[in-house]
């Protein structure tokens, strides 16, 4: 019996202290001030194989704010337009692959949108009909 209660104990305060040390990374990261979130978008109804991402990432002070097409050959060489929130942020030109990319910076001078819990993101063409689409 007492060889059970020391498993038991021994077990239990391997479980706590494994439970307790993931804490420390948090703060850790948090004391850096780095925080990045990923959404994923996807198709339309006009372009059900397109897809996508949108990622903010911040750094101190410092913000990106990147997002990316692909599986959209019939757009090849075409200008879409990136919006947040229904304003439009930038455009994206589809390369011959049917990929493409935008990459906005703060440290740059560019204009990084704010990002929030509900905000959402669109890749239209120039006459509006969306290609992708996501939502924070």
Same mark, same amino acid.
């Given at each position: 019996?007492?060889?059970?209660?020391?498993?038991?104990?021994?077990?239990?305060?391997?479980?706590?202290? +494994?439970? +307790?040390? &993931?804490?420390?990374? !948090? #703060? !850790?990261?948090?004391?850096?001030?780095?925080?990045?979130?990923?959404?994923?978008?996807?198709?339309?109804?006009?372009? #059900? %194989?397109?897809?996508?991402?949108?990622?903010?990432?911040?750094?101190?002070?410092?913000?990106?704010?990147?997002?990316?097409?692909?599986?959209?050959? &019939?757009? !090849?060489? %075409? *200008?879409?337009?990136?919006?947040? =929130?229904?304003?439009?942020?930038?455009?994206?030109?589809?390369?011959?692959?049917?990929?493409?990319?935008?990459? +906005?910076?703060? %440290?740059?001078?560019?204009?990084? #949108?704010?990002?929030?819990?509900?905000?959402?993101?669109?890749?239209? *063409? =120039?006459?509006?009909? +969306?290609?992708?689409?996501? %939502?924070?």
């Amino acid at each position: 019996m007492n060889k059970k209660w020391f498993v038991i104990t021994f077990l239990s305060m391997f479980i706590a202290s +494994l439970v +307790l040390s &993931s804490f420390a990374f !948090a #703060p !850790a990261a948090m004391a850096k001030g780095k925080t990045a979130t990923k959404i994923r978008l996807a198709g339309s109804e006009f372009f #059900p %194989q397109g897809k996508g991402s949108a990622k903010i990432k911040v750094v101190k002070a410092k913000s990106e704010f990147q997002v990316e097409v692909e599986h959209v050959k &019939s757009l !090849a060489g %075409q *200008t879409l337009n990136v919006f947040v =929130d229904g304003n439009q942020i930038g455009t994206i030109v589809v390369n011959g692959l049917g990929k493409g990319k935008l990459t +906005l910076k703060s %440290q740059r001078g560019d204009t990084v #949108p704010t990002i929030q819990a509900g905000t959402t993101v669109e890749i239209k *063409t =120039d006459a509006g009909v +969306l290609v992708t689409s996501g %939502q924070y």
